[in-house]
């Protein structure tokens, strides 16, 4: 980890900080923006940031963020927080390239700001002070050891992803590649698998899924009758499983095929209606975040930035795997 300090804004956020700290009664406007509110995985991040507001006489949770999926509107609401003037902003970037440019206004205007969940490219790194969240690459290196312990001979994938400018699901892809394919010196998403390890990746996939769940299902649904001979379907995200009813529709027809170990099912994420369906044999293995903790966490470094404070970078918030065999004690307590 490094240690980073917004040293030229010091006195520009002490001014600004200052006067919005007076207007709001000795609070600071702490702003958390999701890529989506219609976001299961999301809620449990606000649920965090709300628990640090009610902890905290000084910090107030701004919990904003587009309804659904979409990058525009996504880019357009952190600029209205710049202009309305809060005292600092930690955003889950759904286009990375894009939102660092506005992230720079942002230190511009003497607003600390981070990243959590979804991180900026490497190259814009500098217009952020940190990331919390998931190491996003070890998602992807704990997807593919489920499914190299299922299918160690390997065989047909098909890879599922959310938004395709995200950099927390390329690197998750990364990582589910470089794993399965033995590969290294590869840059996010990765290369895609063309026979290593006895790995190929079906021509349809990956699936773009713009974190839309219904999207998610419609393609797992397509893709499972498509090509009966599929050994592993591996999702970067939740999305695939949020709408319960439907997911268990569109694989209980291959249930036995899962249980024999011909096909595997694997996914991001370890919300309670997966955790549901991986109990109930519906899937073969769940990668978990800690959602809440990123949104709890947030807040405090937030404060610690307003202040002047070094933070470290990056700020990892750890991982849960889940399979049949610990389905009941793999999650952190």
Known sequence: MRKVLIAACTAAIALAGGAALADSHGK??????????????????????????????DIECVYIGPGEH???????????????????????????????????????????VMTWDSDVLSKDMGVRATYVGTK??????????????????????????????????????????????????TTPPGNKLAGENGWTEIDACPLITDDDGNKAVQGLTDILAAN????????TGAFTQWYDNAYRQAVAPYKEKMDSGALSIIVADTLPMQMAQLEDGLSNGQV???????GYKSMFILRDLVKGMAVDDPIYTGLDVCTMDNVDTCLAQ
Do not use: W
């Open 28 to 57: 600071l406007k702490l702003a958390l923006v999701p890529k989506a509110m219609n976001n299961p995985f999301f809620d449990l991040a606000r649920d965090g940031c709300y628990k640090a507001q009610a902890e905290e006489a």
């Open 70 to 112: 979409t990058e525009l509107e996504q880019l357009q609401i952190v600029q209205d927080l710049i202009s309305q003037g809060v005292d600092g902003i930690a955003v889950a970037p759904s286009n990375a390239p894009a939102m660092a440019k506005v992230l720079k206004a942002a230190g511009a205007a003497g607003i600390p």
């Open 288 to 294: 978990g975040q800690r959602p809440f903790e990123m």
């Open 228 to 235: 009966p001979d599929l050994t592993a379907f591996i999702s």
């Open 136 to 185: 996003n690459y070890d998602i992807g290196v704990n997807l593919a050891k489920i499914a190299q312990s299922l299918q160690p001979n390997g065989g047909s994938v098909c890879l599922q992803t959310g938004g395709a400018a995200a950099a927390n699901h390329n690197e998750r892809l990364q990582g589910i590649r470089d794993t399965l394919g033995g590969m290294s010196g």
